[in-house]
C-alpha cells in the first residue's frame, strides 16, 4: 500500500495532476487498461488529505506518469511528480 499526500500548490495540484493524466489515453486503451485506471479514479474520488493505492495501482499510476507528455515545465509540478514517484523508493 502507497499513501500519496495531497499537495495543493499556486499552479498544481496532486489530486487534479493524477485525475489530467490518468483519465486520458492517446492511444486509447484496452478493458484491462480502463479498469486499472478506473480503480486509481475511484480511490482518487475518496481521497482528502492522502490517496491512498494498492501497490499495483500506484506502479500503474508510476508507468502513467512516466510515459505522459507534459504541456507546461513547472518546478512545482516536478515536484508533484517527484514526490509520487519516490515512494517507490521507500
Do not use: H, N, W
Amino acid at each position: 500500500m502507497k499513501t500519496i499526500e495531497l499537495f495543493e500548490g499556486k499552479e498544481f495540484a496532486t489530486k487534479k495532476l493524477i485525475l489530467e493524466v490518468v483519465r486520458p489515453s492517446r492511444m486509447g486503451m484496452d478493458l484491462e487498461e480502463l479498469r486499472k485506471r478506473c480503480r486509481i479514479l475511484a480511490a482518487l474520488e475518496t481521497a482528502e488529505v492522502v490517496l491512498q493505492l494498492e501497490d499495483a495501482d500506484y506502479d500503474v499510476l508510476c508507468g502513467i506518469l512516466r510515459g505522459f507528455a507534459y504541456g507546461t515545465a513547472s518546478s512545482e509540478l516536478l515536484k508533484i511528480v517527484d514526490d509520487i514517484l519516490d515512494l517507490g523508493a521507500k
